[in-house]
C-alpha cells in the first residue's frame, strides 16, 4: 500500500480497505469474491463474483439500471 498523499485520497482508500476487509474475509469463506469499480458515469458498482468460476453473482446497480442512466444523461 502506498503512503497517504496530501490529498487524503489514499488515507480513503485505505479506510475503504479496512472497513471492507472482514466481509472480504466472510465473502472467500463461502466462495465469493467482493469487487468495486466506477462505470462509465463515475458511480461506484459493488460486484460479487464466484471464486471459484468468476461468474457474477449480484451486481449493484444492476448492469440494465447502468444502460438507463447512460441513456438519460446523453
Not at 8 to 22: D, K, S
Not at 29 to 57: C, N, P
Amino acid at each position: 500500500m502506498t503512503a497517504a498523499r496530501d490529498d487524503g485520497r489514499e488515507t480513503g482508500i485505505m479506510r475503504v480497505q479496512t472497513a471492507v476487509a472482514p466481509l472480504d474475509g466472510f465473502l472467500r469463506s463461502v466462495s465469493r469474491r467482493l469487487e468495486f469499480r466506477r462505470d462509465v458515469a463515475g458511480r461506484i458498482v459493488v460486484i460479487v463474483r464466484d471464486l471459484a468460476t468468476g461468474a457474477v453473482i449480484r451486481q449493484s446497480p444492476a448492469p440494465d439500471t447502468q444502460v438507463s442512466h447512460r441513456a438519460a444523461v446523453k
